[in-house]
């Protein structure tokens, strides 16, 4: 059974900093797309970062660039969001995903498409 299990979500003041984890387990293969979404209250989702297990092909939405950074520990098949100078406007839930199917990072008309595999999401929240 595939499962995305997520955590390291929480409240934090804004300029703080969390870690958020993500744990795959059950993929047939290693060698996929890996991503972090959000989603806040009253706005669609979005793709916040995205890696390949295997490449070089990242993705971070512009709002979080130079803030956020995505790596993969390939050992414990666990990828990591490290937040940075955390903003109210980040108050979202988060959610991991997968794409297993011809794996890519690269944005079609600005959205990360083609993640058929869902974690349960963790609250991050932002207080000014």
């Known amino acids: 059974e595939v499962q995305l299990v997520e955590s390291g979500g929480g409240l934090v003041q804004a300029g703080n900093s969390l870690r958020l984890s993500c744990a795959a387990t059950g993929f047939a293969t290693n060698r996929y797309a890996i991503a972090w979404f959000r989603q806040a209250p009253g706005r669609d989702r979005e793709g916040v970062s995205c890696m390949l297990t295997y490449g070089e092909n990242t993705y971070y939405a512009d709002s979080v660039r130079d803030r956020f950074a995505i790596s993969y520990d390939n050992g414990q098949n666990t990828v990591y969001l490290q937040m940075n100078n955390l903003q109210p406007e980040d108050t979202a839930v988060y959610y991991c995903?997968?794409?297993?199917?011809?794996?890519?990072?690269?944005?079609?008309?600005?959205?990360?498409?083609?993640?058929?595999?869902w974690g349960q999401g963790t609250q991050v929240t932002v207080s000014s």
């Open positions: 995903a997968v794409r297993t199917r011809y794996p890519t990072c690269t944005p079609i008309g600005g959205r990360l498409l083609g993640f058929d595999s």
